[in-house]
């Protein structure tokens, strides 16, 4: 079964790749992507030409409204279903499509509604709304009440014989539906699944404008469909908006989010950091570095020391991570160590520093492969680096047992020398996670830099020191930490 989703945009340079990212890493195939864009004057159709989705048709049309350009763009379409993604919207997970066309290939019925989740600026985890699709009945459209429209997926002989009425300007969908489903009382099912993930500040909900013209327009299209109705019965869905703004479970709502991030949208959108918040996906086809965000390496990257680099990713780790990102989450290191799930490409494990022998017999037992340890001299990273060459093979992970930021220095050295590299910065983590040393109690989980000063006292207190100093020199002096840009990996 073949789906065209349409997407229309105008001047959406700071929101449209992540629309296109997310119909990127759709796992579904037979996907055609039509975007209509109404000559935009910024980088959106620098985007759109070097979009390398294969089944796609881009359409450059005079800007004649919203839903004029969504009606083109279903005259051009070719799937046996259609669905409208907005320039600023994202679907819940890579599998959407893929859970979407399951269901329907099993029903008879001719439109499919679902439920969307509204997320603020780029924290896509941050929820502040679910619209839900779930107690919808038509009936309801008397009282200005409908499904979410970015959650309808519909078989294109609806949309053949039912195209919007351009004359709205907000209000299309609601007029869409009363007419589909109220007065030619199409049927209808409901999917029971978050499908799209909205951003907080479209065109239907940017300000109390919007709702204006929107409840004018509800009335128009009760006049027009001859639907004897008013203002009160319009204005009677406020209650159920406000509703959704505070009775869900967020966690619930992101229990199933997953967000993919392509190569396309790293290279043309600028960051700071890539932070990943699931590290069982990541990709040992391609070069990493991957290092954890915390109080040490946040106050280095400040001073210079650590530098961003295209191959660079970082996991979240502690109270730190969320001065600068929109991430209150912490993935202890010896997670990453118990969790890592090491494919079949990779041949050989080194660990570059301190490992002991414990440990070591730990990581052999765990991956189930021979485990080399490269020891290093101790002192600055001069004398590190003085006698250090190491030649990395395609079939290789390593691990940096040293303490930030020797570890990325020693882990970007080995990256600039070689062309293939797999390199994971993980500290003290693997001698916690094999027994060497206690782990951290669950009370002090998110201030485990705490709870290590047992060990080397006097050192660690006088690290502890210096890092903090130069955060606040660079989050509050120098602003090297502030306003940073954050594309995040779920």
Not at 119 to 130: E, V
Not at 438 to 461: C, N, Q, S
Not at 479 to 488: C, D, E, P, Q, V
Request: charged share 25%; net charge positive; hydrophobic share 40%.
């Amino acid at each position: 079964m073949k789906i065209s989703i349409i997407t229309v945009c105008f001047n959406n340079e700071k929101t449209i790749l992540d629309t296109l990212n997310s119909v990127l890493n759709q796992t579904y195939k037979n996907i055609e992507h039509i975007i209509v864009d109404g000559k935009s004057k910024d980088k959106t159709k620098f985007f759109l030409k070097k979009y390398p989705f294969k089944n796609k048709k881009i359409y450059f049309l005079k800007k004649k409204g919203v839903y004029n350009a969504i009606n083109y763009g279903i005259k051009k379409a070719t799937g046996d279903i259609i669905h409208i993604l907005h320039a600023d919207d994202i679907y819940q997970s890579t599998k959407t499509i893929s859970d979407v066309i399951n269901k329907i290939k099993q029903r008879k019925e001719k439109i499919f509604i679902s439920d969307i989740v509204f997320f603020k600026d780029n924290n896509y985890s941050s929820i502040n709304r679910f619209y839900s699709a779930q107690h919808f009945t038509p009936n309801k459209l008397n009282y200005g009440v409908m499904p979410p429209h970015p959650g309808m997926f519909v078989k294109k002989e609806i949309y053949k014989k039912f195209l919007y009425n351009d004359n709205f300007k907000i209000a299309g969908d609601f007029d869409f539906f009363l007419r589909t489903l109220f007065i030619n009382k199409i049927k209808f099912f409901y999917l029971n699944l978050i499908s799209i993930r909205m951003r907080t500040g479209g065109i239907s909900t940017k300000n109390l404008n919007s709702y204006i013209i929107s409840t004018f327009e509800i009335l128009k299209s009760y006049k027009i469909n001859n639907i004897n109705s008013n203002l009160f019965n319009s204005l009677s869905r406020i209650p159920s908006k406000i509703f959704q703004l505070f009775f869900f479970e967020k966690d619930k709502a992101n229990r199933y989010f997953k967000l993919k991030i392509s190569n396309f949208y790293k290279s043309n959108v600028y960051y700071d950091f890539f932070i990943k918040k699931k590290l069982d996906n990541l990709d040992f086809n391609k070069n990493f570095i991957l290092s954890a965000m915390n109080l040490a390496f946040l106050s280095f990257y400040s001073t210079g020391v650590i530098k961003k680099k295209k191959y660079l990713i970082n996991w979240p780790d502690g109270i730190f991570s969320k001065t600068i990102s929109d991430l209150n989450i912490k993935i202890p290191g010896r997670e990453i160590i118990r969790s890592l799930k090491i494919p079949k490409i990779i041949k050989k494990i080194t660990v570059i520093g301190n490992l002991s022998y414990k440990s070591k017999l730990f990581l052999e037992n765990l991956y189930k492969m021979k485990i080399k340890n490269i020891k290093l001299p101790y002192g600055n990273i001069d004398l590190i680096l003085k006698n250090f060459k190491y030649k990395t093979s395609k079939n290789e992970l390593i691990f940096t047992t040293l303490p930030t930021p020797k570890q990325e220095l020693v882990a970007h050295y080995i990256a600039n020398k070689n062309k293939e590299f797999k390199i994971i910065c993980i500290g003290g983590s693997i001698a916690i996670a094999s027994g060497d040393e206690k782990e951290v109690p669950k009370y002090l989980a998110r201030l485990e830099f705490l709870w290590r000063l047992r060990y080397e006292t006097r050192r660690r207190i006088f690290r502890l020191i210096i890092s903090f100093i130069y955060y606040i020199k660079g989050k509050y002096l120098n602003k090297t930490l502030k306003n940073l840009k954050i594309i995040y990996e779920y």
